[in-house]
Every structure is written in structure tokens, then in C-alpha cells.
């Protein structure tokens, strides 16, 4: 059964809960991404999954982003500390690599998954990621909060992404 939407779905491997199974994805193969066999990637045409994504501020003042996700580039980083991170976010209550927002397979299909490697936490949807280091499901229209609502309000950016081909990649 599918989650409700206000629940977080971990997608790394092992059970969900207790008495449940997690969702059916791959292994990581050598540098392929998470969830799919090395290759499955591209078809007989030569283009290749990948995931058009766009934050989108929930407040002025705060960065827009842009950026084709494939397996050339899986992932983005955001955080405070200049020339590591891709987003960068210069707040007392931001880590230097805060969190990353991370291609996954899940059923044949490209995802995206949020991982929090913060001091203070991340919020998905006004609900606070449980679990650092660990990959969970957002979808197009998650609201991720980098700040506690009780410190600022609306501090992170609407999620909205698709998947999309890549004919060629940028180095």
C-alpha cells in the first residue's frame, strides 16, 4: 500500500517497520544509482532517465535552484559552507553540508529521496525527518524546511520535479 501522504517513506534497504517490508529497490552497483543496475539507465536510443528538479523559496530572500539530475550528477547538496554545497544557506541553525536531496530507483523509476546530515534537523511537510543519514521518498510538491518552524517560519523551498530525458551531460 502506498504511504498516506503525511507519512515520511524511508527507502533504504531493510524492513519499513516492524512487520513490514520496505519498498522493492535494487542495490547500489559501483557507481550506478541507488536502486538500479548499473546501465538501466539509458536506452536503446542512447538517452537517459534523469529528474528535471526546481526549489522554488517559500519566502523572499531565499535562493531559487534549478538543476538536471542524472547519473552524472545524482545529487545536490545544501548547506553553509561556500564551494562544498550547492545550495548555500548562510544561517547559524544551517550545517555546512545540511542535507542532500539524492537520485533513487524505486520500481524501475527514478526518485528523489532527502537525507539529513544536520546538527538541527530537517522538516518534510512541517514533519521533522526521523533519522539522519538515511534516504526518505519526497515527491513533487514536498515542502522541505532546513529550520525549525518554531525558530523561522516558511525557511526552505517547494519541491517540484519530473522526470525528463538527458541526451548529453555538462561536466
Request: net charge positive; glycine share 12%.
Amino acid at each position: 500500500a502506498a504511504p498516506k501522504s503525511s507519512e515520511l517513506e524511508p527507502v533504504d534497504e531493510g524492513p519499513a517497520s516492524a512487520g513490514g517490508q520496505g519498498p522493492k529497490i535494487g542495490k547500489r552497483h559501483g557507481g550506478g544509482v541507488y536502486g538500479f543496475d548499473a546501465g538501466s539507465l539509458q536506452d536503446r536510443a542512447g538517452t537517459r532517465k534523469a529528474i528535471a528538479l526546481r526549489l522554488e523559496p517559500l519566502k523572499p530572500g531565499l535562493p531559487s535552484f534549478e538543476r538536471v539530475l542524472s547519473e552524472d550528477k545524482q545529487s545536490i547538496t545544501i548547506g553553509s559552507k561556500r564551494g562544498s554545497v550547492d545550495v548555500v544557506m548562510i544561517d547559524e541553525a544551517v550545517s555546512k553540508k545540511h542535507c542532500a536531496l539524492a537520485l533513487i530507483g524505486v520500481h524501475g523509476e527514478l526518485a528523489l529521496a532527502i537525507i539529513d546530515h544536520s546538527t538541527n534537523g530537517i522538516w518534510l511537510n512541517g514533519k521533522r525527518v526521523p533519522a539522519k543519514n538515511k534516504r526518505f521518498r519526497i515527491r513533487s510538491g514536498d515542502r522541505l524546511q532546513i529550520k525549525d518552524a518554531e525558530l523561522e517560519d516558511d525557511f526552505g523551498w517547494t519541491c517540484d520535479f519530473g522526470n525528463t530525458v538527458a541526451f548529453f551531460s555538462r561536466a
